[in-house]
């Protein structure tokens, strides 16, 4: 028997069971034709095994020896099929790829989407009155379209690398407070004794969002925070900190330009519980941080500082209140705050690299 | 592969423990506590460094991973980590000796 799965690649999971359920109906699958999407099954006694799909994962001896075979192996995806295995191999394989398509995606879509949007505009301009108002409509439809598709597309990836990535996440229950703490991720070290004074004046980290913090009343004597910046991380790196007794209070769930905020309550007299007890990767961890505060900050300021140069160049007055003249002042206010931010963020920086050298790591 | 054998040549002694404890098949915090015990609480590893450590060693082939019954990832050393393992045995073994010539001639001085 033949069966054609159509995008089979993008449910892998669903693809396991679907596979499980044939072989309890007594299909069992023998091959895979990659181009035509078509799985091949032969009919044999129905029988109760578990699918595993994997892709560039390298084949592991451990595996065989649970009871897993290597049922179908078409280029660089593997079929394998158990009975009652006690180990699964790793999804890692499947995670890179949709990690990659994912990227590769939003490449193409930004090279993409002024490129067909062009023309149609450009031709919307120079139409006549009576072709108006059929390309403005085909325009905005074609817009439409665009958009509804690389967002649902994005949605899809994105929806695929949380599950993958096991992200187990707090929704912040009995906050008694909640407060406002722009760009605190760029000045870890400021964020962190922030956090130790509300400790202190009873209040505890419950779950933080990109803006807001969210206080629960103080129930443990204390609490070692942790913020960290990856650029790269894996489905193991939610897992082995929270494994660890660590617990994720914010993250940006992606896998690349991670970002996340860990808390781990200790006893007062034993040791600070740290991401690091190593001097060297402590520094690390931080330059890491550093640097991400240090690209964004240049991008954002030299974006901010083209647009209002843009305007003083073209002589129109500096201060006005058309539409020009109010972006460019809140543009202006922008690139004063994101000093402010930035400089904090150095001193920050420069504090802790001394506390660290000095050994008094205990503050945190 | 001559290539890892001189990368990890001398480990760390945070990498030698990783990978020594790995001969078992373990899970992430598993490493932590089993290196503990072993060193009776002096070597305390952070979560940070045993993912950055466990991340480079995967790439390097040294180890390898797979899923257990909850599908959280487990740790194995494989053969190129055990050849490593080795090397890095013999070295400490040659340490270990020239250690003790050593000391008994410090002792002699005495």
Do not use: C
Request: aromatic letters at 14%; glycine letters at 4%; charged letters at 25%.
């Amino acid at each position: 028997m033949k069966k054609t799965r159509l995008l089979w690649s993008y449910k892998i999971e669903e693809t396991e069971q679907w596979l499980e359920q044939q072989a309890t109906r007594g299909f069992h699958l023998i091959d895979v034709n990659l181009t035509t999407r078509q799985f091949i099954f032969e009919k044999r006694e129905p029988a109760v095994v578990q699918y595993q799909i994997t892709y560039k994962q390298q084949n592991i001896e451990q595996l065989e020896y649970a009871g897993w075979e290597r049922r179908v192996v078409a280029r660089e995806w593997v079929f394998h099929v158990a009975q009652a295995p006690s180990i699964y191999p790793s999804r890692d394989g499947i995670f890179k790829r949709y990690r990659f398509q994912m990227y590769a995606w939003m490449t193409v879509t930004l090279v993409l989407l002024p490129m067909l949007s062009l023309p149609l505009s450009t031709f919307v301009l120079f139409s006549t009155l009576d072709s108006f108002v059929p390309f403005v409509i085909a325009t905005i439809l074609a817009l439409v379209i665009e958009m509804t598709l690389i967002f649902s597309m994005f949605h899809f990836f994105k929806k695929q690398e949380k599950r993958l990535l096991g992200v187990q996440y707090k929704k912040a229950k009995h906050k008694k407070i909640k407060k406002l703490r722009i760009g605190w991720f760029y000045e870890p070290y400021r964020t962190k004794q922030w956090l130790q004074k509300m400790l202190n004046e009873g209040y505890e980290l419950e779950a933080a969002s990109n803006l807001f913090f969210y206080f629960k009343e103080r129930s443990h004597e204390a609490v070692s925070y942790e913020i960290l910046y990856e650029n790269k991380i894996d489905p193991a790196y939610y897992q082995i900190h929270q494994e660890a007794g660590w617990e994720l209070l914010h993250t940006s769930k992606t896998s690349i330009l991670n970002t996340s905020l860990w808390a781990m309550p200790y006893k007062k007299g034993e040791e600070v519980p740290a991401i690091t007890y190593d001097i060297e990767e402590r520094k690390q961890v931080m330059k890491k941080n550093f640097k991400m505060t240090t690209t964004i900050f240049s991008i954002l300021v030299l974006f901010l500082t083209l647009s209002v140069g843009m305007g003083v160049f073209s002589g129109e007055p500096f201060i006005a209140f058309d539409f020009n003249g109010i972006t460019r002042m809140l543009n202006v206010i922008l690139i004063v705050f994101w000093l402010v931010i930035y400089i904090r963020s150095v001193q920050g920086y420069r504090q802790e690299l001394r506390e660290i050298q000095d050994g008094d790591v205990s503050t945190f | 592969m001559e290539r890892i054998l001189k990368k990890y040549n001398p480990m760390t002694e945070t990498a030698f423990y990783i990978l020594l404890s790995l001969t078992t098949p373990k899970h992430g915090y598993g490493i932590i506590k089993s290196i503990e015990q072993l060193t009776n609480g002096r070597l305390k590893l952070g979560s940070g460094t045993i993912y950055g450590t466990l991340t480079k060693m995967q790439q390097d082939g040294l180890i390898q991973v797979y899923g257990d019954q909850d599908r959280k990832t487990i740790y194995d050393v494989t053969e190129l980590g055990m050849v490593i393992l080795q090397q890095e045995i013999r070295r400490i073994k040659e340490v270990h000796q020239h250690v003790l010539q050593y000391e008994e001639a410090l002792d002699e001085k005495d």
